[in-house]
């Protein structure tokens, strides 16, 4: 099946620092969804977007829906070690089960 | 907030055998849930989807016969493989769409076939 393309692949940064990640898709979605996965756990939802140009914080993340339903990203400011995983975005059409990104890898030094 | 639950978390069973996986919706009624399947550094892939009092719709590739989606209330959904092999062995994941289109995922099941 279709898959959105999610970049970058990994991110290897220090403690501290803001992370940003975008996936962008050749189709419309009418949701884009962000979430963390912990090895060996299911995902766990951390932001929806239901509105083109939609601009959604929670907490330290903000996320955005991009006006054309085709792209969005997503960002962490002042990253801190349990950050560490991987981050999916996913867009939903009505109806349809979920289109996912390939992952990004998110990796804190100390 | 919404909670999707699977069991079992891990089953090893042996080549030939089926294995059941269920996926629960907790507090709400889902209409519709969703399978998936996801190897090792890989992403999710989605198998089916699974609709209440109907057949379940499969996507291009996997085999209807061998995962047998029974989606019989609506706050469950069950994932049977059948004839297990080893390459079958992988990480299933159901979710099922709560209020307002979200989609909230199961704790996912890991499958080993030896």
């Known amino acids: 099946g279709q898959q959105l393309n999610q970049s970058p692949q990994s991110m290897f940064i220090q403690e501290g620092e803001d992370v940003s990640m975008n996936c962008t898709s050749s189709?419309?979605?009418?949701?884009w969804l962000w979430y963390k996965q912990d090895p060996g756990e299911g995902p766990v939802l951390l932001i929806a977007l239901y509105k083109a140009g939609e601009l959604t914080s929670n907490g330290r993340l903000t996320a955005q829906f991009g006006i054309t339903r085709k792209d969005s990203f997503l960002n962490i400011s002042a990253s801190i070690p349990s950050d560490v995983g991987i981050y999916f975005c996913?867009?939903?059409?009505?109806?349809?089960?979920?289109?996912f990104g390939k992952g990004t890898h998110l990796i804190i030094q100390p | 907030g919404a909670v999707v639950s699977q069991h079992p978390s891990w089953v090893i069973c042996k080549s030939g055998t089926s294995v059941k996986i269920e996926c629960r919706s907790l507090?709400?009624?889902?209409?519709?849930m969703f399978w998936y399947r996801q190897f090792p550094k890989q992403s999710l892939m989605l198998m089916a989807t699974?609709?209440?009092?109907?057949?379940?719709?499969?996507e291009q590739g996997v085999e209807k016969d061998k995962f047998l989606i029974n989606h019989a209330s609506l706050t469950l959904s069950t994932l049977t493989v059948t004839s297990a092999h080893p390459e079958d062995s992988s990480f299933y994941i159901c979710s099922a769409a709560g209020i307002g289109d979200t989609i909230y995922f199961g704790e996912g099941s890991w499958l080993t076939v030896v």
């Open positions: 189709s419309i979605f009418n949701t």
């Open positions: 507090d709400f009624q889902a209409t519709t």
């Open positions: 699974s609709n209440e009092g109907s057949k379940a719709t499969y």
């Open positions: 996913a867009g939903l059409r009505s109806a349809d089960g979920l289109t």
